[in-house]
């Protein structure tokens, strides 16, 4: 009864996880139509606004915390495989969390609150449903470690999260101290597309639903590409808008294709 019970509740959460990609999909169309208006796109009148750092923190502080907690609240056994896949969830959002808001150079700047709680309902429900499923759903073992999907992800999660880090290593440093304005990017990727920090973001969480083989995790990087990949070509766009100089051999997220 256990067993038949256990594969009803993943029935069903499989289902609510399918319902959720299928939003996904919808608003990837809607942010090719309008740019969610933080960063270099921010608008005033979106509401209140709040300073841009505190937003960063606060919108990424839920993804850091739910999905750890769920995971080690549940009952499933705490097996190697999961032990690591949430550490490289908790090292990827301890930089986005604590660390990348402390470097950005974006004193005075600000965004919409709107923008804020709209992320945090995203990480909310994103790294719920990732927490839920390593803690109460998934049955690693021992054996998965040597499997190629669980190898292979992790390499390409953690070239992913090095090409972001160093991406946005370039652009922090774009800028001396005191300085506000935009400059061309150079360096790195930057050589191909105009956003190797998302590029690098994306092929993160691609590794990650790799690694896991698991719908949930298949869902988390289809919301990231949907979301990411607009926003790179909203920040492509403005680049040839803003340099007349800019190089026009660079792609905007994924070199030699887009």
Avoid: Q
Wanted: proline content about 6%; some cysteine; glycine content about 8%.
């Amino acid at each position: 009864m256990e067993i038949i019970l256990k594969e009803m509740e993943g029935s069903l959460f499989n289902n609510i996880v399918v319902v959720w990609m299928s939003i996904a999909l919808m608003i990837f169309f809607v942010n090719l139509k309008i740019k969610a208006p933080y960063g270099r796109h921010t608008k005033n009148s979106w509401g209140p606004m709040i300073d841009n750092r505190l937003g960063w923190v606060l919108m990424e502080l839920p993804a850091l915390v739910i999905c750890p907690m769920l995971y080690w609240l549940g009952p499933n056994e705490k097996e190697i495989a999961g032990i690591i896949i949430i550490l490289l969830w908790i090292v990827h959002y301890f930089n986005r969390t604590l660390v990348f808001p402390l470097r950005i150079r974006t004193r005075g700047k600000k965004m919409p609150l709107v923008i804020m709680l709209s992320a945090v309902f995203f990480n909310l429900i994103n790294g719920g449903i990732c927490g839920y499923y390593l803690g109460w759903i998934s049955a690693y073992t021992l054996d998965w470690i040597y499997s190629l999907p669980f190898i292979s992800g992790i390499f390409i999660f953690l070239f992913g999260f090095f090409l972001n880090i160093h991406s946005d290593n370039i652009l922090i440093h774009l800028r001396k101290p005191g300085e506000t304005n935009y400059k061309i990017p150079t360096g790195g990727f930057f050589k191909w597309i105009s956003c190797p920090n998302l590029f690098g973001e994306i092929i993160e969480w691609f590794g990650f639903a790799i690694l896991c083989w698991a719908l949930p995790c298949l869902s988390f990087f289809i919301w990231t590409f949907c979301n990411l990949v607009p926003r790179a070509l909203a920040h492509h766009k403005w680049y040839h808008g803003k340099f007349e100089n800019y190089p026009m051999e660079r792609k905007a997220v994924f070199p030699f294709l887009l």
